[in-house]
């Protein structure tokens, strides 16, 4: 299957931004499904992740502030972003177990 995320765009700080992921079968077809990220001049970094039992969890920087959730049908995963930070500018990309990835939504905070 393939991934396809959606939703990113210009935000101000403080504002919020609801990522989607759209799987051709399941956001678990190779396993875990998980949000990751990639600043630029940076490495891409894990956001948050999801299991097929719905255990989520985050990196230190996400916490609080990020929801992952999965719909009934597993095929649509969702990143709610709350209280963002200029820091989190970057290019999102789900990804089931690391292996399917999307091709990225850019996410841009700034005043």
């Known amino acids: 299957g393939h991934l396809v995320e959606s939703g990113g765009g210009l935000v101000q700080p403080g504002g919020s931004l609801r990522l989607s992921c759209a799987a051709s079968?399941?956001?678990?077809?190779?396993?875990?499904a998980g949000w990751y990220r990639q600043a630029p001049g940076k490495l891409r970094e894990l956001v948050a992740v999801?299991?097929?039992?719905?255990?989520?969890n985050y990196e230190p920087f996400a916490k609080g502030r990020f929801t992952i959730s999965v719909d009934n049908t597993k095929a649509m995963m969702y990143l709610q972003m709350n209280s963002l930070k200029p820091e989190d500018t970057a290019v999102y990309y789900c990804?089931?177990?690391?292996?399917?990835w999307g091709q990225g939504t850019q996410v841009t905070v700034s005043s």
């Open positions: 999801i299991t097929p039992f719905n255990v989520t």
């Open positions: 990804s089931s177990g690391g292996l399917v």
């Open positions: 079968e399941s956001v678990f077809s190779v396993g875990y």
